[in-house]
């Protein structure tokens, strides 16, 4: 039964964004569409993505100096390993674990509202193909400018790390800079924006798709939502593993 209801789920969300990657009809209104969701989006993001890169940056710097304390190791191990951790990890998977319930949540509600008070009726009804209209600005908007988030989440969460090398003293600046700096590869940092751009996808199609098939009133928009954020969430972390394989080989 359980297995029944993913594939059918599964075959209506394939046709959902084959109806959503239509041509627009206007490509003017498309694109004054796509700006707006890049600011709904994206840019009122910035602050949530840069204070809590900041102090899992932060945290992480405080866990790997407690935990790597030994004369054994070089001196460019702490930085070293919290550059990795958010290059790797935190930047792209986390982060977009986080934007799950935030734009997850927003995009699955603002469809399911104009659902179920008949709004996507009405386009319909006018002729506009009301998924690609509505959906397809969102995962544009959102997918383009998530690399630009990533490169937020980094240089904010080694500025985390950096405050407290310099209001503490768990580590040295110097020795901070050192180790982020040392044995830099740059795939790390095209491995984590390809990775978000992925989970940016996940998080705007399958939160549309949720708003999209709404049924009911304003309390199924809020099981849409927490569905659309949950599955999200699940889905990240499948892919996330599956990308690792992939790209870190």
């Known amino acids: 039964m359980i297995l029944t209801k993913a594939l059918e789920d599964l075959g209506k969300y394939t046709l959902f964004l084959k109806r959503a990657f239509g041509l627009p009809d206007r490509w003017g209104v498309f694109a004054r569409r796509t700006v ?3 600011m709904k989006l994206g840019i009122d993001s910035i602050p949530l993505v840069m204070v809590v ?3 899992i940056g932060a945290v992480c710097i405080i866990q790997m100096q407690l935990n790597f304390e030994s004369p054994m190791l070089p001196a460019y191990t702490v930085g070293l390993a919290t550059r990795d951790i958010v290059l790797l990890e935190f930047s792209n998977s986390i982060m977009c674990l986080i934007l799950a319930g935030k734009v997850g949540s927003s995009i699955a509600s603002e469809i399911g509202t104009m659902r179920v008070t008949e709004q996507i009726d009405a386009l319909d009804i006018m002729g506009v193909n009301s998924t690609n209209y509505l959906v397809l600005p969102k995962i544009v908007g959102f997918v383009g400018f998530m690399p630009v988030l990533v490169v937020f989440c980094i240089a904010t969460s080694l500025a985390g790390g950096w405050l407290v090398a310099v209001f503490t003293d768990l580590i040295s600046v110097s020795r901070y800079l050192y180790g982020i700096q ?3 590869n740059e795939w790390y940092v095209w491995y984590g924006i390809i990775k978000s751009v992925v989970f940016a996808f996940i ?22 939502s927490t569905n659309a954020v949950v599955s999200s969430s699940i889905l990240i972390l499948l892919f996330d593993v599956i990308l690792t394989k992939l ?3």
Not at 203 to 223: D, R
């Open 36 to 38: 707006k969701e890049v």
């Open 53 to 55: 890169s900041v102090f």
């Open 182 to 184: 040392a044995l830099f």
């Open 203 to 224: 998080i705007a199609s399958v939160s549309s798709y949720f708003g999209y098939n709404v049924k009911g009133g304003a309390l199924e928009v809020g099981k849409a």
């Open 247 to 249: 790209l870190l080989q």
